[in-house]
């Protein structure tokens, strides 16, 4: 079944069943009882990263709490995206949204990742999870992702399950078409890593090229932000691999 775009969706982390009936948080309870004026009776859409979607109705409100009503299953929940997105981190609006469409691609691990040019070396994990939240609220997504805490390249690569091929966007590949490089892998199990705005050092470029589950692919001939690689480079990889 598909998502019904009519009825606002929201994130929760009870247990979703039928007949099961519970507050909203305090937050969610104001917007939906301030913000949107919600009356009682009210339609909406539940879902929790478990147990698909499911409506739901409000059931009450007092000043302090809406109490939600579940009602019955829209769609099963389906399996989390097999795809690990590897990034540097970036400012914090860029950051934003560099997530939030990770998240309408299909990622289902975000693991950002610090280089030797990665200009924030500190993120607020707890912002990316709510970015990751309000993406699947908005898109329709079910299965939310993982969002790793970050760690150094050299660790990554040194823990790197070596049955997941790692494609990597290297800004001075010799050539333009990504294509080739992609039609080669046989690996069911991918990854992409993305650099940061400076770009991976000649280091790490050498380290990367030297690994033998490393595949490097070119982004076309223009010079493109890092938060717009990103979403080019999924795009290309989702359509490589027929989930476009």
């Known amino acids: 079944m598909r998502a019904n775009y009519r009825l606002q969706r929201l994130f929760v982390p009870n247990d979703l069943s039928a007949g099961a009936e519970f507050e909203a948080d305090p ?3 104001h917007y939906l009882a ?3 004026r919600l009356a009682d009776g009210a339609g909406l859409l539940l879902f929790n990263g478990r147990d698909g979607e499911w409506s739901a109705s409000v059931a009450g409100k007092t000043k302090k709490a809406v109490s939600l009503a579940v009602g019955t299953l829209q769609r099963p929940q389906p399996p989390l995206p097999d795809l690990v997105y590897c990034f540097a981190p970036l400012k914090q609006g ?3 949204y560099l997530v ?3 998240v309408e691609m299909g990622a289902g691990v975000l693991q950002p990742v610090i280089t030797q040019h990665t200009q924030v070396p500190k993120l607020g994990i707890d912002r990316l999870k709510a970015n990751v939240i309000e993406a699947a609220e908005q898109c329709g997504i079910l299965a939310i992702p993982e969002v790793r805490e970050a760690e150094k390249l050299e660790r990554v690569l040194a823990g790197w399950d070596a049955g997941r091929r790692l494609v990597f966007c290297d800004e001075d590949a010799s050539t333009n078409n990504p294509m080739p490089a992609l039609n080669k892998i046989s690996e069911q199990k991918l990854a992409l890593l993305v650099g ?3 770009g991976f050092s000649d280091e790490e470029r050498k ?3 030297a690994l033998p589950f490393v595949t490097a692919i ?3 001939p223009r010079i493109l932000r890092a938060d717009t690689a990103a979403v080019a480079a999924l795009a290309v990889i989702q359509a490589s691999i027929g989930d476009w």
């Open 27 to 29: 937050q969610q309870s």
């Open 94 to 96: 860029r950051l934003d």
């Open 34 to 36: 301030h913000v949107l």
């Open 100 to 102: 939030q469409k990770a």
């Open 218 to 220: 070119p982004l076309g």
């Open 196 to 198: 940061p705005e400076g």
């Open 207 to 209: 380290m990367l090229r």
